[in-house]
């Protein structure tokens, strides 16, 4: 299977380059976050085993993701054509990067207008509404992603290390006000199930888990597809994932802005926390409104329209309390996107065991493929939230990736 995506060998990158990208995507508001909400519900120690299952199983399903596209050269839309069909894979995957995308900007939003009014209260003592504010970012946000904004990547090379310097210093407050005390004898006052625990590290980096062949088909051998994901996703996410939950712990709440605001950062540490926010929202804003151009069958030269478009629905979320629902947003993501891994891998790895000569572009709609992914993401979410059984992204990937070997080789017997 060939086509324009494919890269030329003379492009692939070393495995160092590959664990950066992981590394740096690893290092943003939304870990946090979700360490935080995990260390008001979990010890310390169930943390840390709910991070390394969760991130386990992402790592498992990325490196098969990864090694088929350094196998083939080619990008995660072009791969699942081969098991969702042309048009099915367009419309998957580019609705799941919108969901996704749409949904972080929201929250981010959230955030950053949560933090600028924590702020300028605190320098000012004149109190602006939080929704008032996370519409102000928003449109920032969005108008910035859409027209462009040339200071943006230096903005983003200052932000990031900013952002990593205040969490530190955040930390050492909170140890010098009687933090490690607190967290050595921390015992959690509402308890969080360890498996609703895993599926919220898993939908942490769920999408990029499934569209990680986008990078990976850089790499120069499948083993540097392994090296470059274990080593890029597991001690950054670690990291920051248990600085969340450590903080989380001091001060007793979740909410990035306000956690700073409770261990005495000063307010040059939420406009960081504004800044990094910033950079990387622009990004979802920019990926979302791609996506609903790929979804809609719009040209690129009308992205701008949709990223607008992808940025006023974040902003309205956020202005409404998509904040609030942040589990829930998290329980919708961890259903929904590692399905879509699991077909990949059943009809790669087992019908086609593993041969790049294996792999075939379906016109159209490939039912099978589509029908196998959509039971495996109703079972995942049904065993993740509703009846917890085992743990619900693995059950839909295992789910998914069976029907689609039984259908694939019914159709094989009966051809």
């Known amino acids: 299977m060939s086509g324009n995506y494919e890269i030329r060998d003379d492009e692939r990158q070393s495995w160092l380059s590959l664990a950066m990208i992981w590394t740096g995507s690893m290092i943003c508001i939304p870990c946090l976050m979700i360490g935080g909400v995990l260390g008001t519900g979990l010890s310390l120690v169930q943390v840390v085993l709910a991070v390394l299952v969760g991130y ?10 990864g090694m088929e596209s350094c196998d083939t050269g080619l990008p995660t839309v072009s791969m699942a054509s081969s098991v969702l069909g042309t048009k099915g894979a367009q419309f998957i995957i580019s609705l799941m990067l919108a969901i996704a995308c749409i949904g972080w900007f929201g929250i981010q939003s959230a955030v950053c207008g949560e933090s600028f009014s924590t702020m300028v209260s605190s320098m000012s003592g004149i109190d602006i509404p939080v929704w008032a504010s996370s519409i102000f970012w928003g449109i920032v946000m969005l108008l910035t992603a859409a027209y462009g904004y040339k200071g943006l990547k230096i903005l983003n090379y200052v932000a990031v290390p900013a952002l990593v310097i205040v969490l530190a210093y955040a930390m050492i407050l909170a140890f010098l006000s009687g933090g490690l ?35 990976s088909r850089y790499a120069k051998s499948r083993g540097d597809v392994v090296r470059s994901t274990l080593l890029g996703v597991f001690p950054s996410g670690m990291v920051m994932m248990l600085i969340g939950s450590i903080l989380s712990i001091v001060t007793g709440q979740y909410d990035v802005s306000l956690v700073l605001a409770a261990v005495g950062v000063p307010a040059l540490g939420l406009v960081a926390l504004v800044l990094a926010t910033w950079t990387t929202n622009v990004t979802n804003a920019y990926s979302g409104g791609l996506s609903m151009s790929n979804l809609f069958g719009f040209g690129e030269d009308r992205f701008r329209i949709t990223t607008v478009i992808a940025g006023a629905i974040g902003t309205v979320l956020a202005a409404v309390g998509l904040l609030s629902r942040f589990e829930a947003f998290l329980n919708i993501l961890s259903a929904l996107i590692p399905p879509i891994a699991g ?3 059943g009809s790669y790895w087992i019908v086609g065991k593993g041969r790049r000569e294996n792999l075939v572009a379906k016109e ?30 693995v059950n839909g990937i295992v789910v998914s990736m069976l029907l689609i070997v039984v259908f694939e080789k019914a159709g094989s017997v009966k051809r």
């Open 343 to 345: 077909v990949m891998i």
């Open 364 to 393: 159209g709609w490939y039912w099978p493929g589509i029908v196998a992914f959509a039971i495996g993401a109703v079972v995942a979410y049904i065993t993740g939230n509703v009846a917890p059984v085992l743990i619900g992204p």
């Open 56 to 65: 386990g199983i992402v790592c498992a399903y990325m490196c098969l993701v």
């Open 181 to 215: 005390e607190a967290v050595v004898s921390f015992q959690p006052t509402s308890r969080m199930g360890f498996i609703p625990a895993v599926s919220m590290v898993v939908a942490s980096f769920a999408l990029g888990g499934v569209i990680s062949g986008d990078y």
